[in-house]
Structure formats: structure tokens, C-alpha cells
T-cell receptor
Framework: EAGVTQFPSHSVIEKGQTVTLRCDPI?????LYWYRRVMGKEIKFLLH????????ESGMPNNRFLAERTGGTYSTLKVQPAELEDSGVYFC??????????????????FGEGSWLTVV | AQKVTQAQTEISVVEKEDVTLDCVYE???????LFWYKQPPSGELVFLIR??????QNEISGRYSWNFQKSTSSFNFTITASQVVDSAVYFC???????????FGPGTRLSVLP
């Protein structure tokens, strides 16, 4: 079974440019999360989708960040315009919905390998 | 509010030493889950273990072991006979029953020196 995949793995852009990060969750997982770790700090929650709906977007730092999950499958996170402080690693994660998944996996959240963003 | 504390910011050990990474959590929920993730230099987050609040049995997996103590709200992680490849940032995390409010600790950077 394929894991959570993220694209691009690395991106270097200039301040003011736009970047779009993509996340493909594990097939069938209803829950999709975005997290980020900037400047070697803590991993911070950004937002949570349940299928195509935004369940919680309280962690989105400002309106330069826009996340979508059309059709409840893959998700994109767009940063426009990017600022220097946006540099960091952006993680996507997926998790089975209620009633999905085995009793072994339970509610475990599976993370992608992250998208490294460098804004110069 | 949920909170995870990892008091050790950085730890350095010499290969083959045992090392324990501390994790203390706060939650008002009676049902919750605790996790450990490893972030090696390559950047990805690797799932290590999940433990639910009703299962206080300690677990051992190879050189890794976890000590869950509900009485002290701790979920410590021990690496026995550490190896250079264990060098990474280790995150402890806590979630409610079904993923809401999944909270990470600040991480502990472990350096294992040859």
C-alpha cells in the first residue's frame, strides 16, 4: 500500500513568488492534515480536512496560505506570496476516518516525507 | 488544553550507550493516544509507536522500549545500545480519541557519536 506522498520534496523560491505543495494521502483515508516545522522549531498544526471539508483551519498562519482538497482526495497548500519566514518543512498526514482502518492501525496518523520550502 | 513537553532539547551520547528521551503530557481526556515519531536528517517523519491510554503495558521493540506511566503522565522512550543511525529528532505526540487536536512536543535532538 502506498504511503502519504508529497510533491515537491524540495522547493527554492524567491520572496514574493507563489508555491503550491501537493499531498496525496493514503488511499481511502478521510482525514488529511497539514503541519509545518519552520526554522527548526516545533511541528505546528495548520489544518485538518475530513474528506473535502475543512474541519479545523485554526493553525493557518495568515491569508497567504490557502489549502484545498477537491473531491476529498489529494490536497494542495498554496503559499502566495511567500515570505522568508515561511521557509521550513511542510508535512502532510493522513488518517483513517471513523470506522475505517484496522484495530491495529487505529487512529494512527501517517506522515509524508515532507516538502522542504526555502524562500530566499 | 493538550500539551506535550519534552524537556530535553538536545542529548549527545556515545555509541552503545543507553539513552532515555522524556515525554510528559497534559490532557483532560480519559481516552487519548500517545505517539513517538523519529525525524532523521533526511527530514521525513517516521512513526515509531502508538499507545492508547488504557494500555499501560510497557513495550519493547528491538533496541527500543517505551515506559508509559499514567500516574506521572509520562511516556518515555529508551534506546538501548544506541547507534549512529539513531541520530535524529524525536517527537512525542498526543491526540484525542480520533485525531482531533493532535499535538506534538517540541522534539529532542539526539546525537549518537561514534
Amino acid at each position: 500500500e502506498a504511503g502519504v506522498t508529497q510533491f515537491p520534496s524540495h522547493s527554492v523560491i524567491e520572496k514574493g513568488q507563489t508555491v503550491t505543495l501537493r499531498c496525496d494521502p493514503i488511499s481511502g483515508h478521510d482525514n488529511l492534515y497539514w503541519y509545518r516545522r519552520v526554522m527548526g522549531k516545533e511541528i505546528k498544526f495548520l489544518l485538518h480536512f475530513v474528506k473535502e471539508s475543512k474541519q479545523d483551519e485554526s493553525g493557518m498562519p495568515n491569508n497567504r496560505f490557502l489549502a484545498e482538497r477537491t473531491g476529498g482526495t489529494y490536497s494542495t497548500l498554496k503559499v502566495q506570496p511567500a515570505e522568508l519566514e515561511d521557509s521550513g518543512v511542510y508535512f502532510c498526514a493522513s488518517q483513517p476516518g471513523l470506522g475505517q482502518g484496522s484495530s491495529l492501525s487505529g487512529n494512527t496518523i501517517y506522515f509524508g516525507e515532507g516538502s522542504w520550502l526555502t524562500v530566499v | 488544553a493538550q500539551k506535550v513537553t519534552q524537556a530535553q532539547t538536545e542529548i549527545s551520547v556515545v555509541e552503545k550507550e543507553d539513552v532515555t528521551l522524556d515525554c510528559v503530557y497534559e490532557t483532560r481526556d480519559t481516552t487519548y493516544y500517545l505517539f513517538w515519531y523519529k525525524q532523521p536528517p533526511s527530514g521525513e517523519l517516521v512513526f515509531l509507536i502508538r499507545r492508547n491510554s488504557f494500555d499501560e503495558q510497557n513495550e519493547i521493540s528491538g533496541r527500543y522500549s517505551w515506559n508509559f506511566q499514567k500516574s506521572t503522565s509520562s511516556f518515555n522512550f529508551t534506546i538501548t545500545a544506541s547507534q549512529v543511525v539513531d541520530s535524529a529528532v524525536y517527537f512525542c505526540a498526543l491526540s484525542e480519541a480520533w485525531g482531533q487536536n493532535f499535538v506534538f512536543g517540541p522534539g529532542t535532538r539526539l546525537s549518537v557519536l561514534p
